[in-house]
């Protein structure tokens, strides 16, 4: 042996781990049954996050430069589904969580006051360095929780709102993407003309259809300027600055191009990674959608109506921070400005060459 020998137990400090379920319940009198399955996977999910934002460091430095190394591409995209992984265990606990009965819970659910999981500081910062930002969060979650936190916690999420977030970072790095535009040819011009082209006859054939009833028409046509209005907010710049400042979109419009053009151009080799970058962010965020819908779902099957033990609406509340708390919805709306493959403009053969393998003919 070259090193010092080491022992299962005293290697993972299993004394400290086992150890670790303080039964509340057993304090005030009667042990409850149900606290033991309670605590441990409240403590099995902070492990688990510990290990998210250790994986999630780990891609925010690489991300964290002026320029991303290729070498590093397959790591993040490594990492990024690593997390997704861990993501469908958080989501397959619930289902242990829920085999816990209202009245098993009621059995010690008092003496948690006024804990609760919105203290989760580990979740609080996985979140933060996602890019859910104070200023995006519920106006409840805003004022009422960070009063419940101490004065370190509070600290530490303050100090974290000082940071660039993981999608600030990727928006750089899509901003960066030389492909779009170049000296010699603009995509873009020809995009926003097929695009046009696309309308125009899209219009024209609601125009001509004598099946529509009124109401129908109406509706058809409402839907082809709400569809012009996407585009125009998109090839617009001012137009794009003030969805921005209405908080509808939180993309650079330099990042949304890029990750638009990725997205028409997946199958080529060197935007292949890219894209599935750009997948891996979308897993997540429906990962933890997943899981905090499923995770309203229980409470109000476990506690029905009552107030959540830190004092927040209980289910109510975590039903609509489920829509709101998600942070790569821009990567879910790209689909909204792609067209069928025969309508994108053909790419010069030059940029063509660019985007395939070097050692190709």
């Given at each position: ?27 005030h009198g009667k042990e409850a049954h149900d606290e033991t399955l309670f605590i441990i996977i409240h403590q099995t999910y902070e492990l688990w996050f510990k290990q998210i934002i250790h994986e999630l460091d780990s891609i925010y430095e690489m991300f964290n430069r002026e ?42 659910r008092d003496y948690l006051l006024p804990a609760s999981g919105f203290q989760s500081i580990q979740f609080r910062m996985l979140e933060l360095k996602l890019g859910l930002r ?228």
């Open positions: 042996m070259k090193h010092k020998p080491i022992y299962y137990g005293e290697y993972l400090q299993l004394d400290k781990i086992l150890g670790a379920q303080d039964l509340k319940s057993k304090e320029s991303v190394k290729s070498t590093d591409l397959g790591n993040i995209i490594h990492r990024l589904n690593r997390i997704v992984q861990i993501q469908k265990i958080l989501n397959e606990q619930l289902t242990i969580m829920e085999t816990m009965t209202p009245l098993d819970f009621m059995d010690f104070q200023k995006y969060r519920l106006h409840v979650d805003k004022e009422f929780f960070n009063s419940r936190l101490k004065d370190p916690d509070k600290k530490l999420l303050n100090e974290q709102e000082e940071k660039p977030t993981l999608l600030e970072l990727v928006d750089s790095w899509l901003s960066r993407m030389p492909f779009g535009k170049t000296n010699d040819y603009d995509f873009w011009n020809e995009y926003q003309t097929a695009i046009n082209q696309m309308l125009d006859e899209d219009e024209a054939t609601v125009n001509s259809n004598d099946m529509l009833s009124e109401m129908e028409m109406k509706f058809e046509k409402m839907n082809l300027k709400s569809t012009r209005e996407n585009y125009d907010n998109l090839f617009n710049e001012d137009k794009h600055k003030e969805v921005v400042e209405k908080g509808l979109t939180r993309l650079s419009r330099e990042a949304k191009l890029s990750a638009i053009f990725i997205r028409l151009f997946c199958n080529e080799p060197i935007l292949q990674i890219p894209n599935r970058i750009l997948d891996l962010l979308i897993d997540i965020d429906e990962m933890f959608t997943t899981w905090r819908y499923r995770h309203s779902i229980m409470v109000h099957r476990t506690l029905g109506t009552k107030i959540g033990t830190g004092g927040s609406s209980g289910h109510e509340y975590l039903k609509n921070s489920t829509e709101n708390n998600r942070v790569f919805t821009d990567f879910f709306n790209l689909a909204t400005f792609l067209v069928p493959k025969t309508r994108i403009p053909k790419l010069p053969e030059k940029l063509k060459s660019e985007l395939g393998f070097a050692h190709e003919e």
